[in-house]
């Protein structure tokens, strides 16, 4: 098994920035993708960014040039940098591992980003 755990949601002016962290233990894959995804109030959950073991990364473009995805992978712990954020952010955000051979993934219990305007 795999756990995961966030940290560092908020709320914050629009303009601001926030850092999440997610920390993962157990069982974790060796050759994974971790990634951050949200779901706003009513909304489906989207993929925010995703980032491999290798370290090549992907965004939404919705968040190009503002969120910076990053890894490291002593402390098994991956981030999010967000910045420039505007109120279309708010979501609660969950961070994921993916198992890239067995395509298993592990999620976090999310943490709510909400951004006023």
């Known amino acids: 098994q795999v756990q995961l755990v966030e940290s560092g949601g908020g709320l914050v002016q629009a303009g601001g920035s926030l850092r999440l962290s997610c920390a993962a233990s157990?069982?974790?894959?060796?050759?994974?993708?971790m990634g951050w995804y949200r779901q706003a109030p009513g909304k489906q959950r989207e993929l925010v960014a995703t980032?491999?073991?290798?370290?090549?990364?992907n965004y939404a473009d919705s968040v190009k040039g503002r969120f910076t995805i990053s890894r490291d992978n002593a402390k098994i712990t991956f981030y999010l940098q967000m910045n420039s954020l505007k109120p279309e952010d708010t979501a609660v955000y969950h961070c994921?591992?993916?198992?890239?051979?067995?395509?298993?993934?592990?999620w976090g219990q999310g943490t709510q980003v909400t951004v006023s305007s």
């Open positions: 994921n591992i993916e198992n890239v051979a067995t395509r298993q993934a592990y």
């Open positions: 980032i491999t073991s290798r370290g090549s990364t």
């Open positions: 157990g069982r974790v894959p060796r050759i994974n993708v």
